[in-house]
Structure formats: C-alpha cells, structure tokens
C-alpha cells in the first residue's frame, strides 16, 4: 500500500441528498471487470477513488463483471467488501450476447438499483436494456469517439456500429458526463443540453506530484536518479504510456525517436502493452534505439517513473481526455503531444507543453528538440501544467460533481414514481 502523503485524504463527503441515496449500479465497459482493469494497470483508480466515493452517498454498490471473478483478490478493504457487491458472469457466453442478458439473469439485482452508472458509453447494452425493462435511470460517460478510434484502426463495420450503439445509449441516458467541451457539442447534436455534464478526467495531485512537493520517499529517490543522470550525462529519456494501438500513433513516435537520437543521446521509454508490442520492438530494435519497453505498470507506482522522465510524449490520432497526459502534468513534466482532440484542450501550445500535428513527423521532431535544447524553458512549461492541473483536474473535487449527476438521475426518478 501507498505510504502516508501519497494519496489523497481518504473520500470524506456526501453529496447534497439527505440519507443515503438507496444502491448504485456499476457497469464496466463491455467485456469489461477488474481483471480488465487489473491488466491494464487501472485497478487503484476504482477501488482506491471511486469506490469509496460511492459509498459515502449510497448505501450499497453493485458491480456487475463480464469475469469470473470475486472482489476479495482484488481488495482486502472490509469496507469495500462489506459496502460492493460483485456479480461475475457465470456462462462463458460471449461478452455481446451477455451484455443482453445480464438484466435478465441478474434481475433482481438490477432491481433493487437506484440508479446505474456506465463507465463507457460502449458498455450501455445492460443498461438501455434495464431502462426499458424496469424504469432505471442510468448515467453514462462519453469518454472519446470510440466510433473514430475504430475508423483509424481500420474497422469499419466495428466504427458503424459504434457510431449507432453511441448514439443510442446517449439519447436513452438520464445523464451523460463528457470530458470536454468538443465532446459536449458533439454529444449535444443527440441529447438536451440540460442532461450534458462537462466533468473531466481527474488525478489525485498528491500522488502524482513533482520533485520538492513533498515528495514520498519512491519519489525522492526518482529525484536523486534524475540528478545523477544529469550530472553524468546521461540520455534525455523521453517517456509514453498507454496502450500499444494504431490510435496512439507510435510508429511515427520511434521515426522521430531515431531522428533525434543522431543529434542527441536519447533513450525512449514505452509503458504500457498492446497488440502492436511486437512490432514496435522490432522496429526500435532495427533503428539501433535505446528504447524500453515496460508493459503495464501499477498505477500507483507511474508518478516514479514520471518523476524520473525528462519528457512526457503523446503522439495519439485520436484522444479523449488522456489520463495518463493529466498524470504527467500534475508530475510536472514538460509535455508534447499531438494536437488532437482531447490534447489540446489541456495543453495550450508553448505555455502548459508543446503541440505538434499528430501525421507530421518533422513538427514533433521539432517540438521534441526544442525542450530537449531549452531545459529551463521545459521546467517552465511542466510548472505551468502542474498549476493548470491543481486548477482544472483535481480528482476529490471532480468525483463530488460526478455524484451531483447520479443524485439528480435520483432525485427525478423519485419524482417520476410520485406522480
């Protein structure tokens, strides 16, 4: 477990419904569960955040998994085993064909909900399904295009039918929580402006804290690395972390890698894991990078590595409002990323980090190298994002806004059933 001072104060609010708000129904994306969560590092960001946050408003929480799996080898928190229960999935049908199900064979679990609440607007079968079937209100989260991410990865059938299933589950939704104002205007095209709610993606800015801000001792000790680097020389890491997919555009991030690396000592580092692994190694291997490759990484152990980076890359085609981008700049790293949607709403070009055109591989070469040669003016830019973030992302105050939704969904739905 984390030691004292790296997260924040444990969830101490309620939200403003007097009494506790009955059972609040969680749904993964599709096929989803913490095993998916577990495998890509993103297990603490429920159990040791959300989780908690849930509980101190409603009385009891459901999680309903596409695993075979128990909530126990995940937690040993009495209190999240006492306050959640998790529904595994019990037939090895495959995760579409259960998504339909799942109100139907755990009827009266979805009954007793108050309100649902879907992590991913891909994940809303069970819950558009639950709203026709049973009057429950549900509150979704339109995180990106998953719809564009499909199309630039080729599918286009896949891209066809999320493009319906997105519209659907919006329109059906009692709330729909958007992480940007891009994704609000396009989200309002299908859905009343009044049920669309602006709450971006959030970082517990105590964990993920730069050097000097009262720093863990795993952090002192990244700090001493990177000194020791500087001192003797050593290469200017430039760090990624994501998910190995055509989105993230990496391809095009180790050519300007080997660009960079015959006009400075380089060393690129990639956490994170994906199809395109493979790959990307042999890629890096044949351009003679010195360039790692981590795979998944636990989520409290990403601010040492952070801390430890001298640059924060993303190179993405398409985004939606990255956390892992949010996570570095509480860390205070410089940051240059694409300038997609979902970037450049947090990154304000030559202010807050560096903003190239994700299909020109000449402007990140630039970009790269104009905070590799202007340390200071680098420093500057990561002061500057880590301020934005303690502004705009702090994730205590955005979970408090998330539970104003799922009480209002509460609230009309008490309404509804007096009438």
């Not at 607007?121 to 399904?129: K, R």
Request: hydrophobic share 40%.
């Amino acid at each position: 477990m984390p030691g004292e001072g790296e997260m924040m104060r444990p969830w101490s609010g309620s939200a403003s419904l007097s009494g506790r708000a009955g059972v609040l129904g969680l749904l993964p994306s599709a096929g989803g569960g913490l095993a998916s969560l577990e495998s890509a590092g993103q297990t603490t960001r429920l159990l040791d955040y959300y989780l908690p946050a849930y509980l101190g408003t409603f009385e009891h929480l459901v999680y309903f998994s596409y695993h075979e799996e128990l909530l126990a080898d995940y937690t040993d928190d009495p209190a999240i085993l006492k306050g959640v229960s998790l529904i595994p999935r019990l037939k090895s049908t495959p995760y579409r064909i259960y998504a339909c199900q799942l109100p139907l064979v755990a009827r009266a679990q979805f009954q007793a909900c108050s309100v649902l609440r879907v992590f991913q607007a891909t994940g809303a079968v069970p819950a558009m399904m639950a709203r026709l079937l049973y009057g429950i209100p549900y509150v979704t989260t339109y995180g990106y295009r998953y719809h564009a991410v499909a199309q630039v990865e080729g599918r286009r059938l896949s891209s066809a039918y999320l493009r319906a299933l997105e519209q659907a589950a919006l329109r059906m939704a009692e709330g729909v929580i958007v992480t940007t104002r891009e994704l609000a205007d396009y989200v309002g095209r299908f859905v009343p402006r009044g049920r669309i709610h602006l709450i971006p993606n959030g970082v517990d800015t105590r964990l993920f804290a730069p050097r000097g801000a009262k720093p863990t001792a795993a952090q002192r000790h990244a700090a001493q690395e990177a000194a020791a680097r500087a001192s003797s020389g050593r290469p200017t890491t430039l760090l990624f972390v994501g998910r190995l997919v055509r989105q993230k555009n990496l391809f095009r991030l180790l050519e300007a890698a080997s660009v960079l690396a015959r006009r400075h000592a380089l060393r690129v580092q990639i956490i994170g894991d994906g199809p395109l692994r493979r790959e990307l190694a042999a890629m890096a291997t044949q351009q003679g990078l010195d360039c790692t490759f981590e795979g998944t990484v636990p989520h409290r152990r990403l601010p040492d590595y952070m801390n430890q980076a001298d640059l924060f890359v993303l190179p993405s085609l398409v985004e939606g409002h990255p956390k892992a981008l949010i996570e570095a700049m509480s860390c205070g790293l410089p940051c240059v990323v694409s300038a997609c949607e979902g970037n450049r709403e947090m990154v304000e070009d030559g202010l807050t980090g560096l903003l190239f055109e994700a299909t020109d591989t000449g402007q990140m070469v630039s970009q790269l190298e104009r905070a590799i040669q202007n340390r200071a003016f680098a420093r500057e830019l990561g002061r500057a994002a880590r301020e934005q973030v303690l502004r705009s992302y702090d994730l205590e105050r955005l979970l408090r806004m998330e539970l104003d939704v799922l009480l209002l969904a509460v609230r009309k739905r008490r309404r509804r059933s007096r009438r």
